[in-house]
């Protein structure tokens, strides 16, 4: 359980990071944006990593041997991704209006990493529906929470979270791979 609490507290870091550039383009708190933009994060989150774990499941046998080095690999991209964009500069600087469409781009965008991430699912100790509705749930958390961050002057706390989840990513997968290893 806790390795599913790290997992969704990392991916969620990209949707919060950009749920406080959304909420600083906000003159004032908008539950209504904030709402929206947690809804839009939290479901992709959730269903992403679905198709990740769907296609670990069709290749189980066939890596089951070297399925650890593939999560440790995963992990590893996407939390090396996380860092590297935390010291860049967040795509919502380019972002004129927050409609829906940019909000569903935003939402596809920030998830990607959930479909590889899903891909390790099944070497966690709840099933892999539980897992993506907890990764949902504390990304719609931080979203909410992003934005109004963000309207309260949060923004130095945006590169921050996404190297905070990419550290988190990396350690997750250096743990599977040393407990296949000392453990197996």
Known sequence: MFEVLL???ALSMDAFAVSIGLGVKSARFD?????KAALFFG????LMPLFGYLASVGLGTLIESIDHWVAFVLLSAIGGKMLYEGFGEGTE???????NKVLLILA???SIDAMAAGFTLNLLDLTPFVSMAIIGIITFAFGFLGVYMGTKGGAFLEDKAEKIGGMILIGIGIKIVIEHIFYS
Request: hydrophobic share 70%; glycine share 0%.
């Open 108 to 110: 596809v965008a920030t």
């Open 7 to 9: 997992l969704a507290f």
């Open 93 to 99: 600087d380019e972002i004129a209006v927050i409609t």
């Open 43 to 46: 479901f992709f989150q959730a």
């Open 31 to 35: 539950k209504k944006l904030a709402f």
